[in-house]
C-alpha cells in the first residue's frame, strides 16, 4: 500500500510564502518523475510543475519564476517552494508520484489528498 501525505498549505497574504511538501510511505521500489497540480474552484485541475528523476524541471507559464520544485530521492518527498503569491494562486494542491511498488511493474501515478493554499489580497 503507497501513500502520500502532503503539509505546508495555509492562508497566506499576497507577495508571502508556502512551501508544500509530499512524502510517500509503502513498499516503493522506485519512484520517476513528481509534480505538482493545483485545482480553484469552478476550474480544471492543472499542472503546476513537474520534476523527473533527473532533476528537469518544468513549470506553468503562471508560476514560473515564482515557484521552485524539489525532490528528496531518499526521503521519498517532493517540495514545492511558492514565493511572491498572488490571490490567483488559491487553489487545492495535489502532488503525483509516479512509481513503483515492490514486486510489481509498471509504474503508476499516485496522488496525495490535497493541500489548500488561501492567498488573500
Known amino acids: 500500500q503507497v501513500q502520500l501525505v502532503e503539509s505546508g498549505g495555509g492562508l497566506v497574504q499576497a507577495g508571502g510564502s508556502l512551501r508544500l511538501s509530499c512524502a510517500a510511505s509503502?513498499?516503493?521500489?522506485?519512484?520517476?518523475?513528481m509534480g505538482w497540480y493545483r485545482q480553484a474552484p469552478g476550474k480544471q485541475r492543472e499542472l503546476v510543475a513537474f520534476?523527473?528523476?533527473?532533476?528537469?524541471?518544468n513549470y506553468a507559464d503562471s508560476v514560473q519564476g515564482r515557484f521552485t520544485i524539489s525532490r528528496d530521492n531518499a526521503k521519498k518527498t517532493v517540495f514545492l517552494q511558492m514565493n511572491s503569491l498572488k490571490p490567483e494562486d488559491t487553489a487545492v494542491y495535489y502532488c503525483?508520484?509516479?512509481?513503483?511498488?515492490?514486486?510489481?511493474?509498471?509504474?503508476?501515478?499516485?496522488w496525495g489528498q490535497g493541500t489548500q493554499v488561501t492567498v488573500s489580497s
Open positions: 503525483l508520484q509516479k512509481l513503483a511498488v515492490v514486486g510489481s511493474y509498471p509504474l503508476n501515478n499516485y
Open positions: 509503502g513498499t516503493i521500489s522506485t519512484i520517476d518523475a
Open positions: 520534476i523527473t528523476k533527473g532533476g528537469s524541471t
